[in-house]
């Protein structure tokens, strides 16, 4: 079994039927959570019985690395793990150093977000994805399976081993990779909790941000759970007509029903929503769709986060210029919504959603 699908209370009952004391349970936590062990023999404060018993029924690794490629800036590393299943999925790390050496990110910009050393993880949350935006590597691939909460807590525990090698360590923690976490709720939660745990892993919840396509009733669930992590919302178009274009979704949960579940998050937990849009050419990135986002957007507690497009295989549209992009960022800042236009990361290493794994699945 893999350790990491255990939560606490279950490690501890599975030592017990092995007729283990119970303190042993916490010692293998903390081994693992807190000192970041990833094989049985680094245990050394375990019997070497036990330690022969954890090889033969755990497994500290869910997955085997196919392949991986580092960004030429040497600022982004994308991991494309094999399942035992033969399904890929795909985890990127993105280091956000010091501005000096950091030619992406302007010095405003770094010192706003106090992004200084940041090392963002980007991991997957399904292999594969039902929702079926057209412009999405992940979404042209169709779903395979939810991920469990282990495999998702695998992801974070691979960078987070990799990056103590180097005296770092991991900052923050963003659902954004293959597949909608709010269509695999209870796993992403499971294992937001896991690394939630403040005898363990010990990430804050304020540290994490899912983002999801906007399912309504778990917009809402969520909000209900009062977590304090962070929400975005992939919305890419100001009407229904245009969403449903480039979005399936849409037809379930049009724009109103989402806005108004994010309203209603916003209300139970006094935390500002993202928007993020991905700007493709001509198709929503005109000073009109501008003037009509803000429309929908204005007097609530949001920010619009918009990339330039990542172009697919799939999909034929391409990304928005820099201008273009300034002087829709500046007409929705006028219109009083705020805007961050995001640089684009790692680019020459395919690190938009998905679209390793379906460059060899093709
Ligand atoms: N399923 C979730 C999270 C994974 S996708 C969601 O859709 O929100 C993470 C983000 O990448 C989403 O905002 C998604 O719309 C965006 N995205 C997907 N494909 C993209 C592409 N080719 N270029 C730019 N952004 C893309
Ligand atoms: Fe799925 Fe998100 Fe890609 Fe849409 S953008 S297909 S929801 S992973």
Request: include cysteine.
């Amino acid at each position: 079994m893999l350790i990491y699908d255990l939560d606490l209370p279950a490690l501890a009952e599975l030592l017990k039927s092995w007729d283990e004391p119970a303190y042993r349970a916490k010692q293998i936590w903390q081994g693992l959570y807190q000192h970041l062990y990833n094989s049985p023999d680094q245990f050394t404060n375990l019997s070497k019985p036990l330690r022969e018993r954890m090889t033969a029924e755990f497994n500290f690794s869910p997955f085997k690395i196919k392949t991986y490629l580092d960004s030429s800036d040497g600022f982004t590393r994308k991991t494309l793990f094999e399942l035992p299943d033969g399904n890929l999925i795909e985890a990127v790390l993105m280091r956000y150093g010091d501005p000096a050496d950091d030619p992406q990110m302007s010095t405003s910009e770094t010192n706003r977000r106090g992004a200084k050393n940041r090392r963002t993880l980007c991991i997957s949350t399904q292999a594969g994805c039902a929702m079926g935006c057209v412009f999405c590597a992940t979404g042209q691939m169709g779903f395979k399976r939810n991920l469990s909460s282990g495999e998702i807590v695998a992801q974070v525990m691979y960078y987070a081993q990799m990056l103590k090698a180097a005296d770092e360590v991991v900052s923050n923690v963003v659902f954004m990779g293959m597949g909608e976490p709010f269509h695999n709720y209870e796993n992403v939660m499971a294992a937001i909790d896991r690394l939630n745990d403040p005898d363990g892993f010990k990430f804050g919840a304020r540290r994490f941000t899912i983002s999801t396509v906007g399912l309504v009733p778990q917009i809402r669930r969520f909000a209900d759970e009062g977590r304090q992590v962070n929400l975005a919302i992939s919305l890419h178009a100001a009407t229904d007509v245009e969403r449903l274009a480039i979005m399936p979704v849409n037809k379930k949960y049009n724009i109103e029903e989402v806005i108004e579940a994010c309203k209603y998050y916003v209300e139970k937990t006094h935390r500002r929503v993202t928007f993020e849009w991905a700007l493709i050419n001509g198709v929503n990135d005109s000073p009109e769709v501008a003037r009509q986002l803000a429309a929908r957007l204005k007097g609530m507690l949001c920010h619009v986060n918009a990339i330039p497009l990542n172009p697919t295989n799939g999909y034929s549209g391409a990304a928005t210029d820099r201008q273009r992009a300034a002087i829709f960022k500046e007409m929705l800042e006028q219109a009083g919504v705020g805007c961050t236009i995001r640089m684009r990361r790692g680019v020459d290493i395919q690190a938009g959603c998905g679209q390793l794994a379906g460059s060899l699945l093709l």
